[in-house]
Nanobody, 122 residues
Framework: QVQLVESGGGSVQAGGSLRLSCAASGRDFSGYGMGWFRQALRMEREFVAAISWNSARTWYADSVKGRFTVSRDKAKNTVYLQMNSLQPEDAAVYYC???????????????WGQGTQVAVSS
């Protein structure tokens, strides 16, 4: 059974940091592109960051550039999202996804996690 399980969400004050993890199981995702998306209440899901299968390339939404960093550990089949300088507008449920290629569009991903909640207070 293929699973992506996010963890590391929580509640922080503005300016704080969190590190999200996404552990993959059920198959080898080392050749897959991985992405992070988020969905705030009453908003559409939006792209946050993505990383290519070999970590050679990364992509970020303009709103998180310079604050968030995506990385992956192939040996652990895990992808991370380091989030610094968090702001209230970053509050959302964060999802990781796996696809044949790293992409900014959610429709190009084949597997999704259940999400982890991030809350940011001002």
């Amino acid at each position: 059974q293929v699973q992506l399980v996010e963890s590391g969400g929580g509640s922080v004050q503005a300016g704080g940091s969190l590190r999200l993890s996404c552990a993959a199981s059920g198959r080898d995702f080392s050749g897959y592109g991985m992405g992070w998306f988020r969905q705030a209440l009453r908003m559409e899901r939006e792209f946050v960051a993505a990383i290519s299968w070999n970590s050679a390339r990364t992509w970020y939404a303009d709103s998180v550039k310079g604050r968030f960093t995506v990385s992956r550990d192939k040996a652990k089949n895990t992808v991370y999202l380091q989030m610094n300088s968090l702001q209230p507008e970053d509050a959302a449920v964060y999802y990781c996804a796996a696809g044949q290629v790293a992409a900014t569009r959610s429709g190009q991903y084949d597997y999704w996690g259940q999400g982890t909640q991030v809350a940011v207070s001002s």
